[in-house]
């Protein structure tokens, strides 16, 4: 993987209050391995590739609309390399293709297999299993969090992000905050906006940032993967009014409590915010058809995935 040959814009989102709010465009590093996704297989990938590996492999996990199994997918087909997906939930095998996320990776040459939750959340063994299957491959865990992808987020601050009071990203699996959080400036505020119920993740991006220089703040709107009115209508109007699309599931929910904590005067007045667009924007095809089957608005997808 080389670095962008693009310069990530930072856009003022304008608001007419006492803060001012920023959003960095992750996004747009690459329509398919976009956001916080490149960068956590940078290093990853590069590292791997360094070592001349014999019939090279990608092996990674993820659910039914993974973000993380869409780019490793591309990924893959971009450098030739195979790949395999091992997919949370057994019934999906006899469906996978009515899947945007599952079918798009099939499209780029990605295998599945599908295993059951009980198995999946069994990383240490499920892990150990594919090392002995495998023993050329390189695996990346859920969501492609480890240390080599935490440094890999450091490429996401730069000279331009030194300015802002606050660094906001949302929290999955948390290796994106913990590198925000490891190379941040020291005065600089680390917010979390986390969408997932999991306790042991301030544990873990501790550990893996070696700092403790980040809050978190929920920002789940009833769970992981749930949308709600509410979620659907400020994406909605955030596009409309802004020009820029966000996700169901990281972004949109980011911003809709940065937005909600704006109001509620949380930001010291003149603070500068600055919030990290990280993609994830072909999950919206899959929300929309579950909408559409819940006969709910669906998301106005302006980027036209």
């Not at 304008?14 to 992750?26: A, D, G």
């Not at 092996?59 to 490793?72: D, E, L, Q, R, Y």
């Not at 949109?252 to 003149?270: A, H, R, S, T, Y």
Request: charged share 25%; glycine share 10%; hydrophobic share 35%.
């Amino acid at each position: 993987m080389n670095f962008p040959t693009i310069k990530i814009p930072i856009t003022e989102i304008p608001l007419n209050k006492s803060v001012r709010l920023f959003i960095k465009r992750e996004d747009l590093i690459d329509p398919e391995i976009s956001g916080n996704k490149f960068w956590k297989l940078f290093y990853n990938i590069n590292h791997y590739l360094e070592r001349n590996p014999k019939n090279p492999l990608i092996i990674t996990f993820g659910g039914a609309f993974s973000n993380h199994i869409s780019a490793v997918s591309a990924l893959g087909k971009n450098l030739g390399i195979k790949t395999l997906g091992i997919i949370r939930g057994e019934e999906l095998q006899q469906k996978w293709e009515q899947n945007p996320t599952l079918k798009f990776a099939s499209s780029n040459g990605m295998d599945f297999r599908f295993v059951s939750r009980e198995e999946y959340r069994n990383k240490v063994s499920l892990t150990k299993k594919l090392e002995n299957e495998f023993p050329s491959s390189l695996i990346i865990p859920d969501g492609g969090t480890n240390n080599l992808a935490v440094d890999g987020i450091q490429h996401m601050l730069s000279s331009d992000t030194k300015s802002f009071n606050y660094l906001c990203t949302a929290v999955g699996t948390g290796g994106t905050i913990a590198g925000i959080s490891k190379f941040a400036g020291d005065d600089q505020k680390v917010l979390g906006f986390k969408v997932v119920d999991d306790n042991s993740l301030k544990t873990k991006i501790s550990e893996l940032s070696g700092n403790e220089n980040f809050s978190l703040i929920e920002a789940d709107f009833g769970g992981y993967g749930k949308i709600n009115d509410e979620n659907i209508r400020f994406i909605n109007w955030f596009s409309a009014e802004f020009g820029i699309q966000l996700d169901p599931i990281y972004t949109g929910k980011m911003m809709q409590k940065v937005f909600e904590l704006i109001d509620e005067g949380f930001f010291p007045e003149n603070s500068r915010i600055l919030c990290f667009h990280t993609g994830g924007l072909q999950g919206i095809e899959g929300a929309n058809e579950m909408l559409k089957k819940q006969n709910r608005t669906v998301i106005i997808n302006r980027n036209g995935l």
